[in-house]
């Protein structure tokens, strides 16, 4: 599988306890990051906010790619309108990141990828 097939990911984060909150989420991968969107106010922002060790994996039948690396909130500034763009082509669901809106986009820089 190519990473830059996947459309949904399983994307863990770290809770300030300690444990992992996983959840699934539309993804972009380019030019070597992979890009989601969040709420501002969910779980998965905050813990990133904490912490920001992620682990992330896509599958696909008996093949599937796992993640690991540093995520995190990209300001209004670094939402290029190529990255959202791409994001909107790809997916259905067209988050909104102009100025007043709760979405924000969220990168991951891969530290470590696997192909199982």
Do not use: C
Request: net charge positive; no cysteine; charged share 30%.
């Amino acid at each position: 599988m190519d990473p830059e097939e996947m459309k949904m990911i399983h994307v863990a984060t770290v809770k300030p306890s300690g444990s992992p909150h996983v959840v699934p989420v539309l993804a972009l991968h380019y030019d070597g990051k992979v890009y989601f969107a969040a709420d501002r106010r969910s779980v998965k922002v905050k813990n990133i906010l904490n912490n920001n060790n992620v682990a992330a994996i896509t599958a696909d039948g008996y093949r599937a790619v796992i993640t690991e690396g540093k995520a995190r909130i990209l300001s209004e500034e670094e939402v290029t309108n190529k990255i959202a763009d791409l994001f909107r082509e790809k997916h259905p669901w067209r988050p909104r990141f102009e100025r007043g809106s709760t979405q924000v986009l969220v990168e991951i820089t891969p530290k470590k990828i696997m192909k199982v």
